[in-house]
């Protein structure tokens, strides 16, 4: 059974305020594994000032310390590599490639793309006839979700560390064992007390104090839409900068000119990565008229070809939504879309055949999903795919561009000319082209109520530093 406590000014201790421990729950047999330490307002204040005391010296330090520390990281997040994708599979259900994969990849792969971004970052340069700095914006607050946690952790303290910030992490009480690693990582590479500080604590009392905390010069803030914006209400009083990832519901244009089976059924794949619970999800495949009852049939055969696999087993699969919350919300909106007038072709309600016990869901797919359907304009962070016709182009970027969200976009076609054209209309951050992936020197991030910053590489490290003009020396 592990405990996490917290890690607060170069020790790990436990909290000042204790609320009741969290316990960790194992989403494939819903048993404890362990528990994790609760704190309150107390001991967000306690870590913002370790925090705060550290900043002087830690953000005075030169470049060339800040990257040798940061290669120090790097090479410890290699060296215990395998510990964090079991960490991650346990508390939050990816299967063991997907963990080893991707999951614990990102920890490493965000760093490396940190360093290589401040090689030729413009830290300071002549403007006009002054010089332009730039700084270390001070004291961040870092809070993360559970979804992809060393994506989310790692794609912000990298920069933070590197452009010479301290930090309090405040990861999610739902995946405490990566984070209590990463703990273990800065503990083991040596920076000094105060740079890394974590609490775990809830949203409402222990994040919301931490965005209100007034020697907190940054949050960022990746989650829930709602979150994100009672963070930035809970901020808005001091002042401070807030940066927000937030939810999705991205399209995935399929016209007729693609190659359509090979292309849905990449879409499927795609939406049920991670049990679907990814921020840049395409759950909403919009299929030209002419080829909708094909890309139907390909759809439907694909997603009936998705495996549920537990998280121990190796190969292609999906394992386990995250906790019972997500278990009850996915199945709700699988109820949803059974009486809303859309066609179920795939899945349904509760858990697969064969499993008993765990938040497993089936991969689910509906037909015939018009726009204004709730499964068609919420995040349902599950593996839940909807299909939705379009008569032509301008039909095709009215429904994708129709909903709050602005994150990804995903398009299939085999002419090149008209995939530019498109993507160039489409109100999202990130747009793939027939399937193209995402590269950690380029920004992720998105447009509307997805959020209102960029984070990886060097657009990363942009947001934790603040500009100064010196003029006259
Ligand atoms: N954009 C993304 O990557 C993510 C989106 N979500 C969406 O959110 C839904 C709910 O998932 P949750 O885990 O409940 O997300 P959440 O947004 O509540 O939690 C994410 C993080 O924010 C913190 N938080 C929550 N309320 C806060 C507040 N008022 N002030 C400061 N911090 C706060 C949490 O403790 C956690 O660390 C999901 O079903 C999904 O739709 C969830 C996780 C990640
Ligand atoms: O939810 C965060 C997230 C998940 C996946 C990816 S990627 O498309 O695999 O790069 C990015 C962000």
């Known amino acids: 059974m592990t405990t996490c406590n917290f890690y607060i000014d170069g020790a790990w201790c436990e909290p000042l305020q204790p609320g009741t421990p969290h316990p960790i729950i194992n989403p494939a047999t819903e048993q404890s594994v362990g528990t994790v330490a609760m704190g309150g307002a107390l001991d967000a204040d306690r870590a913002v000032m370790a925090a705060r005391r550290a ?248 997603g009936a070809n998705v495996r549920v696999i537990q998280p121990t087993e190796k190969g292609d699969g999906i394992g386990p939504l995250a906790m019972k919350r997500q278990f009850e919300t996915v199945n709700r909106f699988i109820d949803i879309g059974m009486h809303c007038g859309a066609r179920l072709v795939v899945g349904g309600p509760g858990r697969p055949d064969g499993f008993d016990a765990g938040y497993f869901v089936k991969p689910t797919i509906f037909a015939d999903v018009t726009n204004d359907m709730p499964i068609a304009r919420q995040e349902i962070f599950g593996p839940v795919l909807c299909l939705i016709p379009f008569e032509d182009e301008e039909d095709a970027i009215r429904i994708a561009n129709d909903t709050p969200f602005g994150l990804a976009a995903y398009l299939s076609t085999n002419d090149k000319v008209k995939a530019r054209r498109v993507a160039k209309r489409l109100r999202a951050g990130n747009v793939s082209v027939n399937a193209s992936g995402n590269e950690y020197c380029n920004p992720f991030g998105g447009y509307k109520q997805s959020g209102n910053g960029r984070e990886w590489g060097r657009f990363g490290l942009q947001d934790f530093l603040e500009y100064k003009i010196i003029n006259g020396l």
């Open 55 to 302: 900043f002087d010296a830690y953000s005075q330090t030169t470049l060339a310390y800040r990257t040798e520390m940061l290669h120090k990281l790097q090479g410890i997040f290699e060296r215990r590599y395998t510990e964090m994708a079991q960490a991650i599979s346990t508390e939050m259900g990816a299967p063991w490639d997907l963990a080893y994969d991707s999951q614990a990849e990102c920890g490493p792969g965000h760093i490396k793309a940190t360093l290589e971004a401040a090689k030729d970052y413009p830290f300071e340069v002549k403007s006009g006839k002054g010089d332009l700095l730039c700084e270390a914006i001070g004291v961040c607050v870092l809070i993360t979700p559970w979804n992809w946690p060393m994506n989310q952790v790692v794609a912000k303290l990298a920069p933070a560390l590197l452009a010479g910030c301290t930090v309090v992490l405040k990861p999610s009480e739902f995946a405490p064992l990566s984070a209590k690693l990463v703990g273990e990582y800065m503990d083991e590479a040596g920076y000094a007390p105060g740079v890394f500080n974590m609490v775990y604590g809830d949203g409402p009392v222990v994040g919301a104090a931490l965005s209100a905390h007034p020697e907190v010069d940054l949050v960022s803030f990746t989650g829930s839409t709602g979150a994100g914006i009672a963070v930035a209400k809970a901020a808005a009083d001091t002042v401070k900068r807030v940066v927000q990832e937030l939810g999705g519901k991205s399209p995935n244009i399929i016209f007729a000119d693609c190659d359509v089976d090979a292309s849905v059924a990449r879409g499927v794949k795609r939406c049920m990565n991670n049990t679907g619970q990814s921020c840049n999800a395409p759950t909403r495949m919009l299929i030209e008229k002419s080829v909708y009852a094909q890309a139907v049939a390909a759809a439907t055969k694909a």
